[in-house]
């Protein structure tokens, strides 16, 4: 990988090389976790930059760096913006970023790419691995909590990598917004039918796979919500609340460190001794080696808790510039 020159990806180089379909995701996310439960892997805390003036939990920057081993070992920082009313007041996403990959030879920089799309991408990724081994066979139905962009990935790397999923229910405090996620699906998987549901509550409940996508900072979805069999999964961090860590069969984390930091719920139980490590049922790449079992009966409640991880970026990162190197996608720029 050692070079004097950078190559410089933007969204619409990364969508020609097939970066806005799932499956390039899903096995550098199975590759990633797989590195994750060898050790194979160095990542730092990330550190969140807030203003003191920012009013909202969604506004912020991150940064998160990584080294990654494996047969191609790289390293790599995302740098992730995101302000929650971008969309209503500027007509822009809410989250923007970037991705540097580093040669770990020499340490020098040999891409810089778009990364919104790989960020969201590698989310749903995240959600379809853990679906993969923690729902239920064969599950028809998932519902999703909040319809915004990184909905619109959960339910287009769902219908992508589960050809059982026929129903998808939608929430959105915004009526609109679940209408034109609804409307999209629709279009793009004729296979699906939509449900709008009238509340959260009615979404989640007896769903087999519930994604929560939202900016909320205050745990709304309690335990009696969730059917025999449900595996939740926390995207969104903070819309479960805290008597579902305690209550579920299995708490899946990706990484507990990541986890049981910046007074997420984890943390706070952590702290008021109801939950530890010990309780912790496994990190979602203990399950994809082997090393823990997945799911054992069809009436297990689990609970994943991602909080995501910069490996997660740098290992999509790294399969997103395999392919552009060897299709000539982007622009080489001389770094000297």
């Given at each position: 990988m050692a070079s004097t020159s950078l190559r410089y990806l933007s969204r619409s180089d990364i969508v020609g090389i097939g970066g806005d379909r799932s499956d390039l995701y899903m096995a550098a996310i199975e590759e990633g976790f797989?590195?994750?439960?060898?050790?194979?892997?160095v990542q730092p805390l990330k550190p969140?930059?807030?203003?003191?003036?920012?009013?909202?939990?969604?506004?912020?920057?991150?940064?998160?760096?990584?080294?990654?081993?494996?047969?191609?070992?790289v390293a790599g920082l995302k740098w992730i913006g995101s302000k929650h009313d971008n969309p209503s007041a500027r007509g822009l996403d809410r989250a923007s970023a970037v991705i540097v990959l580093?040669?770990?030879?020499?340490?020098?920089?040999?891409?810089?790419?778009?990364?919104?799309?790989?960020s969201a991408m590698r989310t749903a990724a995240v959600t379809g691995l853990a679906v993969r081994h923690l729902a239920r066979a064969g599950f028809s139905e998932a519902a999703l909590i909040g319809c915004g962009p990184i909905a619109a990935r959960q339910a287009q790397t769902l219908a992508e990598q589960f050809p059982t999923l026929d129903r998808v229910r939608l929430f959105d405090l915004r009526p609109e917004a679940a209408e034109d996620l609804a409307a999209r699906l629709r279009d793009r998987f004729p296979r699906l039918r939509t449900l709008?549901?009238?509340?959260a509550e009615a979404a989640v409940r007896d769903c087999p796979v519930v994604v929560t996508c939202t900016v909320t900072d205050t745990?709304?979805?309690?335990?009696?919500?969730?059917?025999p069999g449900t595996l939740l999964a926390n995207v969104s961090i903070m819309d479960v609340e805290r008597e579902v860590f305690l209550k579920a069969d299995k708490v899946v984390v990706d990484d507990w460190d990541q986890c049981n930091r910046e007074k997420k719920i984890i943390n706070l139980l952590v702290e008021a001794?109801?939950?530890?490590?010990?309780k912790l049922h496994a990190e979602l790449g203990e399950i994809v080696v082997g090393r823990r079992p997945g799911r054992e009966s069809d009436d297990e409640i689990i609970l994943?808790?991602?909080?995501?991880?910069?490996?997660?970026d740098i290992a999509c990162a790294r399969a997103v510039l395999r392919r552009a190197e060897e299709a000539g996608a982007g622009?080489?720029?001389?770094?000297f």
């Open positions: 797989r590195l994750h439960a060898a050790r194979d892997f969140y930059l807030r203003s003191p003036r920012a009013t909202h939990i969604a506004d912020r920057i991150i940064a998160m760096p990584a080294w990654i081993g494996g047969d191609r070992p580093n040669d770990p030879e020499t340490n020098h920089p040999v891409a810089v790419m778009e990364a919104a799309l790989i709008i549901a009238p509340s745990p709304y979805l309690p335990y009696r919500w969730l059917g001794g109801e939950f530890s490590r010990d994943l808790n991602p909080m995501g991880m910069a490996i997660d622009t080489v720029l001389p770094l």
